[in-house]
């Protein structure tokens, strides 16, 4: 199983990215994680049928996924210097964890991408 993120980079508070992971097989059950210096990884959002979202995120980012493309994607709008960090595909153990909040939780994560940078700035 191989995770393959992209579309991290440097942006100004205020402004928009787009990240995006790439998966070798399919999954119905994937994830969003970031993790800032020094702290520890935390979920930013999930996917099945359905998506859920960090508490932090207060509708500024949306979550989706192309099967056929096999593509995992993340819109993050009105970004804030505290979203800086590094931000992580993931797929939990259990399908079923994307229909809870364990989808969001680090433990419940069995493959991790490598991760792409992300810098606010302002």
């Known amino acids: 199983a191989q995770l393959l993120e992209s579309g991290g980079g440097s942006v100004q508070a205020g402004g928009s990215l787009t990240l995006s992971c790439t998966y070798s097989?399919?999954?119905?059950?994937l994830a969003w994680f970031r993790q800032a210096p020094g702290q520890e990884r935390e979920g930013v959002a999930s996917?099945?049928?359905?998506?859920r979202y960090g508490d932090f995120v207060k509708g500024r980012f949306a979550i989706s996924k192309d099967n056929a493309k096999r593509t995992l994607v993340l819109q993050m709008d009105t970004l804030k210097p505290e979203d800086t960090g590094v931000y992580y595909c993931?797929?939990?153990?259990?399908?079923?964890?994307?229909?809870?909040?364990?989808?969001?939780?680090?433990?419940?994560?069995?493959?991790w991408g490598q991760g792409t940078p992300v810098t606010v700035t302002g």
């Open positions: 993931a797929v939990p153990t259990l399908e079923s964890a994307c229909d809870s909040a364990a989808g969001l939780r680090p433990q419940s994560i069995s493959i």
């Open positions: 996917i099945n049928s359905v998506a």
């Open positions: 097989a399919y999954y119905r059950c």
